[in-house]
């Protein structure tokens, strides 16, 4: 959460929170720099004796001023643009978590575990019932979310439209009622975070906080599942209601799925590493170097045949090799003379070649910088999440499948 006197951003706590963190510093380098460069002329302008009063214009000043802002807005624009589409990913998340506004609270809905749903409100905690924690921050009932484990949030709303929102870890989705928005949840470390709603909506606008608990894989799944497990026994339901037999067709079923897929994946994985592998490599070599071997053929046959004959005659070989460079000359100058059009076309085949080649070169070289731009965090950080969610998906499924188990 923010803090008295606090400069710049909340220290990131999801991915895309770093990123925007990075994002803001670079920007901040960025803007900082045009400000001091604006500055210093303008005091340079102000403190001068006017010496530059007669001049007039200047052409490479005026490309100056032209090109430089340009390629300053696509630094600034180009990343932002880039980390803009990425907050719209969710990508594979292993449950969801329904955040509903309400005129002014917010309630949590936890219903794609074990069938049943869970869902409680969250409330502010007011002033006179506040023993610790943060004033106009605290609420009664948290949300809770495991950490370094993608979630989807998905936020809708009650009434009038509110917006869910994180500022630490990049997250504002409005709550619209009627419609759906997703964000994703996945928290680099457990803790508290906070964040107000952002759209008004009505008088209590400023008393419906959002605080969000990200604890650890393990107590997440025996919360969720004993939650679940006490709203079943609420409703007469049997938690554990499973049979032996039930549980035989499930796997047959299951590892039938499983084979499937494996199999699918695996005829995939096949096709496309012979494709990209040998298909794809294999014709380009095979069509570009083609041509190139013929005519290398074909100049050593005719240079070896040239130098037999200069060894034999020398005068007649060089005569016949000044007329024949003045005869492909000749026919040049004839082919533009006799059919212009013809001609023309060539030249004008030649040079799109020439462009498409430089279009696609610049293409290549912009991609590579937008890429390396619009990253504000490390190989080794992006491995530690990547491995790391990897490891909690793994955890998280596990200890489902030993309680569904009745474990
Ligand atoms: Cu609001």
Redesign the pocket.
């Given at each position: 959460m923010s803090i008295w006197s606090q400069l710049g951003l909340q220290e990131g706590t999801s991915v895309l929170g770093v990123e925007v963190h990075g994002l803001y510093d670079y920007s901040m380098f960025i803007i900082v720099l045009v400000f001091s460069f604006v500055v210093y002329f303008l005091l340079k302008i102000l403190c001068q004796k006017l010496t530059s009063r007669v001049y007039l214009d200047s052409q490479w000043l005026e490309v100056l001023w032209t090109v430089m802002p340009f390629w300053l807005l696509l630094a600034l624009g180009l990343p932002s643009i880039k980390l803009l589409y990425l907050m719209d990913e969710v990508s594979l998340p292993e449950a969801s978590i329904k955040v509903v506004?309400h005129?002014?609270y917010w309630s949590y809905e936890y219903s794609d575990v074990r069938g049943s749903s869970y869902s409680y409100d969250s409330y502010m905690v007011p002033d006179s019932a506040m023993e610790e924690g943060y004033r106009l921050l605290e609420v009664d009932n948290r949300c809770v979310v495991p950490t370094l484990l993608t979630i989807r949030g998905l936020i809708t709303s009650d009434d009038?439209?509110?917006?869910w929102a994180i500022p630490s870890s990049a997250i504002k989705a409005d709550g619209v009622p009627g419609r759906i928005n997703q964000v994703r949840l996945c928290f680099l470390r457990s803790g508290v975070f906070y964040g107000?709603?952002?759209?008004?909506?009505?008088v209590?606008?400023?008393f419906?906080p959002i605080c969000v608990e990200s604890v650890s894989v393990e107590v997440y799944s025996s919360w969720i599942v004993d939650s679940h497990n006490d709203v079943l026994k609420g409703v007469g339901g049997r938690p554990e209601s499973w049979t032996w037999w039930g549980l035989l067709v499930a796997a047959v079923k299951g590892v039938g799925k499983g084979l499937y897929w494996f199999g699918w994946m695996y005829g995939m994985f096949l096709y496309y590493l012979f494709y990209y592998s040998f298909y794809v490599p294999g014709k380009f070599i095979v069509v570009s170097s083609l041509g190139f071997v013929q005519w290398v053929i074909w100049s050593s046959v005719a240079v070896v045949d040239w130098l037999v004959w200069f060894s034999d005659s020398p005068m007649e070989a060089v005569w016949y090799a000044v007329c024949a460079f003045a005869g492909h000359a000749w026919g040049v100058v004839v082919l533009f003379v006799t059919s212009p059009v013809v001609a023309v076309g060539r030249v004008i085949k030649g040079l799109c070649g020439v462009v498409v080649s430089f279009v696609c070169f610049s293409y290549y070289v912009v991609e590579a910088v937008l890429s390396s731009l619009s990253s504000f965090t490390g190989d080794s950080f992006q491995e530690f999440v990547v491995d790391n969610v990897r490891w909690n998906t793994k955890k998280f499924l596990w200890i489902l499948s030993n309680r569904y188990k009745g474990g």
């Amino acid at each position: 959460m923010s803090i008295w006197s606090q400069l710049g951003l909340q220290e990131g706590t999801s991915v895309l929170g770093v990123e925007v963190h990075g994002l803001y510093d670079y920007s901040m380098f960025i803007i900082v720099l045009v400000f001091s460069f604006v500055v210093y002329f303008l005091l340079k302008i102000l403190c001068q004796k006017l010496t530059s009063r007669v001049y007039l214009d200047s052409q490479w000043l005026e490309v100056l001023w032209t090109v430089m802002p340009f390629w300053l807005l696509l630094a600034l624009g180009l990343p932002s643009i880039k980390l803009l589409y990425l907050m719209d990913e969710v990508s594979l998340p292993e449950a969801s978590i329904k955040v509903v506004g309400h005129q002014w609270y917010w309630s949590y809905e936890y219903s794609d575990v074990r069938g049943s749903s869970y869902s409680y409100d969250s409330y502010m905690v007011p002033d006179s019932a506040m023993e610790e924690g943060y004033r106009l921050l605290e609420v009664d009932n948290r949300c809770v979310v495991p950490t370094l484990l993608t979630i989807r949030g998905l936020i809708t709303s009650d009434d009038v439209i509110h917006s869910w929102a994180i500022p630490s870890s990049a997250i504002k989705a409005d709550g619209v009622p009627g419609r759906i928005n997703q964000v994703r949840l996945c928290f680099l470390r457990s803790g508290v975070f906070y964040g107000q709603c952002s759209e008004l909506c009505g008088v209590n606008h400023s008393f419906m906080p959002i605080c969000v608990e990200s604890v650890s894989v393990e107590v997440y799944s025996s919360w969720i599942v004993d939650s679940h497990n006490d709203v079943l026994k609420g409703v007469g339901g049997r938690p554990e209601s499973w049979t032996w037999w039930g549980l035989l067709v499930a796997a047959v079923k299951g590892v039938g799925k499983g084979l499937y897929w494996f199999g699918w994946m695996y005829g995939m994985f096949l096709y496309y590493l012979f494709y990209y592998s040998f298909y794809v490599p294999g014709k380009f070599i095979v069509v570009s170097s083609l041509g190139f071997v013929q005519w290398v053929i074909w100049s050593s046959v005719a240079v070896v045949d040239w130098l037999v004959w200069f060894s034999d005659s020398p005068m007649e070989a060089v005569w016949y090799a000044v007329c024949a460079f003045a005869g492909h000359a000749w026919g040049v100058v004839v082919l533009f003379v006799t059919s212009p059009v013809v001609a023309v076309g060539r030249v004008i085949k030649g040079l799109c070649g020439v462009v498409v080649s430089f279009v696609c070169f610049s293409y290549y070289v912009v991609e590579a910088v937008l890429s390396s731009l619009s990253s504000f965090t490390g190989d080794s950080f992006q491995e530690f999440v990547v491995d790391n969610v990897r490891w909690n998906t793994k955890k998280f499924l596990w200890i489902l499948s030993n309680r569904y188990k009745g474990g």
